[in-house]
């Protein structure tokens, strides 16, 4: 029986289930709190740090939070994250029906949604190869379908359904929040026991994190993927900073039809996770993570050039359907070659890098629209992503990604397996 036409578990079925779940929670409070924020303060900076508080956690403890995981059982890190979250957002649910919400509750909140985010996405990672195997082929039709849900429900229906509720009452969207989690760990708490990670006496954390690190860093497949989504952020987040005023003053386009631009990247993105393993059977993964980028990269600069809001809806879309293809073959191909008591350290390190990126994308595209014009920041990201397509391209070839599978597939005892190059640690004192 070939990989294509396997059929993936049924408890993939209540895992899939449950991301769903909670990414259309995770979309209402997306939508809601800061619209909820905008109700306690018209102050700029107020608001941004509600917003800059879910990522912080990223910055400080990133690869620690990773390391941790690696150390712990990820099935139970998954269901005891949401079952928290759950009871965490009961919190300013209560504060808003009390009328004592204050933005220093919702950016706490949002603070440990954020710590809550990084343990569930991490251990997340961790555990899909735990429960299909190793096989490229199965992991990439399984994010492509994750991927593919979690791009409805936050992207298209979590948004619209949160600024809905909230119209009901201020703490209704995040109770509804509050169920999705309670739903999601009550799906992963019956999904199959993983195996438990293999116990590494005598390592501190910190040591341990810096391994996990180290091994991307050593490794030029895995600092090709992790480079991916960084420089993407930055060029990115450049074009996402000045998005809005280049569509109003360049293109014309009022609130509603911004919605509707932003609706035709989501359209995109789904597009493209769903033609993801298609991609890589025909063209190999390694080619097909370049043909990705350089997709993203002409699709900015076909942005940038837009003589009309159609043409940037399509540039839009087109830029969408990489990210999406990227988003399915990029994690699918570091879980069938990381070994598994690095999973966690490694995937939490490349998150990392993507979001420390993204700061800078935001400041590098204000500069650059403030300096010169509002088209300079995305004809410059579009040029930082080519550029970038150029760089990894030997990186993530189809040769480096053959020979990881070959030698991820090898026998544990064997010089070529990848945990033979693994950093050396030392023990702790």
């Known amino acids: 029986m070939t990989s294509e036409s396997k059929k993936l578990p049924t408890g993939f079925g209540r895992l899939w289930t449950a991301q769903t779940v909670s990414s259309l929670g995770d979309g209402v409070t997306h939508a809601a709190l800061p619209l909820l924020a905008l109700t306690l303060t018209r102050d700029p900076m107020a608001l941004a740090v509600v917003t800059a508080a879910g990522t912080l956690p990223w910055f400080l403890f990133g690869v620690l939070g990773g390391a941790l995981v690696d150390r712990w059982d990820h099935r139970r890190t998954m269901w005891v994250t949401d079952a928290v979250r ?3 957002l009961a919190i300013p649910a209560a504060a808003a029906a009390f009328d004592v919400l204050s933005i220093p509750l919702l950016a706490a909140v949002a603070f440990l ?8 996405d991490t251990a997340a990672t961790a555990y899909l190869p735990d429960l299909l195997g190793r096989d490229p082929a ?9 991927r593919g849900a979690q791009t409805a429900a936050s992207g298209f229906a979590g948004p619209p359904a949160g600024s809905a509720l909230l119209a009901l009452g201020r703490a209704v969207p995040l109770l509804a929040d509050a169920v999705s989690f309670a739903l999601s760990a009550l799906l992963v708490r019956s999904l199959p026991a993983a195996p438990r990670p293999v116990p590494q006496a005598h390592e501190s954390l910190l040591r341990q994190a810096r391994a996990g690190a180290s091994y991307v860093f050593r490794d030029r497949l895995l600092l090709g993927l992790a480079l991916r989504p960084a420089v993407g952020n930055i060029a990115f987040l450049a074009v996402e900073t000045v998005l809005a005023l280049f569509a109003h003053d360049r293109l014309g386009i009022d609130t509603y039809g911004f919605g509707l631009l932003l609706t035709a990247e989501a359209t995109g993105g789904l597009l493209g996770a769903g033609i993801a393993s298609f991609l890589g059977r025909r063209l190999g993964t390694g080619t ?3 043909c990705t980028a350089a997709v993203e990269g002409l699709a900015v600069l076909g942005l940038a050039a837009a003589p009309n809001p159609y043409a940037a809806g399509l540039a839009l879309a ?7 293809a990227t988003m399915v073959l990029g994690p699918s191909l570091r879980q069938a070659v990381v070994p598994a008591h690095l999973m966690g350290r490694v ?12 700061p800078l994308g935001a400041f590098l595209g204000g500069w650059l629209a403030t300096a010169y014009d509002v088209r300079t920041p995305v004809y410059t990201a579009g ?3 080519l550029a970038m397509t150029a760089v990894t391209a030997t990186m993530t070839s189809n040769r480096r990604v053959e020979a990881a599978l070959r030698a991820a597939a090898a026998p544990a005892d064997d010089p070529d397996h990848p945990e033979s190059r693994e950093p050396v640690q030392e023990s702790a004192v």
């Open 347 to 358: 995937a939490s390190t490349s998150r990392m890098l993507a979001m420390c990126a993204a």
């Open 288 to 290: 097909a993570l370049a």
């Open 318 to 324: 087109l830029c969408g359907a990489g990210m999406g």
């Open 86 to 88: 759950a009871l965490l």
């Open 113 to 120: 949604l954020g710590v809550g985010g990084l343990f569930f």
């Open 383 to 385: 040029g930082l992503l």
């Open 138 to 146: 199965v992991l990439e039709r399984a994010n492509s379908r994750l």
